[in-house]
C-alpha cells in the first residue's frame, strides 16, 4: 500500500456548541436537546467561565442567556466579538427577556439571533441546524452556446 492509498479510520467530529445560562436545570435540559440533535455539547453556568471555556475549547456555535450574576450576555458576546477566532462564530441569544430593547442590545453586542425562552425542543433544534449545516454551493450553470 502506498502513501496515498491509506485512509484514516476516524469519522469528522460534530460540531461544538457552548451553552451558557446560570439556571442547572435550563442548561441541563438545553444540553439533552442538542445532544439528540448530534452535536456536541459544553456548558458553563456563568460569562466568565464562559469566555475561559471558549478560549480553552473554540466552539461552532454559542447559545448564550443574557440574565446573569457575574458577566451579563452582552458583555461576554462583545468580548467574543473582539477576539478574531470568534469573529464569525454564531451567537445566538436564549433568554427569558422578551423586550424589544434587550434584543437591539444584543444585536448591538454582535448577537447573531435572539431566541426568547421558553422555546419548544424542534424549534430550538431547527435554529441550531440553521447556523451549523453547510450550505451546499451549486454547480454554476454552463454558458450558453452561440
Not at 439528540?36 to 464562559?50: D, K, L, N, P
Not at 458576546?77 to 444584543?106: G, N, S, V, Y
Not at 422555546?119 to 451546499?136: D, M
Request: hydrophobic share 45%; with cysteine; aromatic share 6%.
Amino acid at each position: 500500500m502506498t502513501p496515498y492509498e491509506w485512509k484514516p479510520n476516524f469519522k469528522a467530529m460534530p460540531p461544538t456548541i457552548l451553552v451558557v445560562d446560570d439556571e442547572p436545570d435550563m442548561l441541563h435540559l438545553i444540553r439533552l436537546i442538542l445532544r439528540r440533535g448530534g452535536w456536541e455539547v459544553i456548558t458553563a453556568a456563568s460569562g466568565s467561565e464562559a469566555l475561559q471555556l471558549a478560549d480553552r475549547y473554540p466552539p461552532d456555535l454559542i447559545l448564550l442567556d443574557i440574565m446573569m450574576p457575574d458577566l451579563n450576555g452582552h458583555e461576554v458576546c462583545a468580548r467574543l466579538r473582539r477576539d478574531p477566532r470568534f469573529k464569525k462564530t454564531p451567537i445566538l441569544a436564549l433568554t427569558a427577556q422578551a423586550h424589544l430593547e434587550e434584543q437591539f442590545r444584543a444585536h448591538l453586542a454582535g448577537m447573531d439571533e435572539y431566541i426568547v425562552k421558553p422555546i419548544a425542543p424542534a424549534e430550538l433544534l431547527e435554529r441550531v441546524r440553521a447556523y451549523l449545516q453547510p450550505v451546499p454551493i451549486e454547480a454554476p450553470s454552463p454558458a450558453p452556446r452561440s
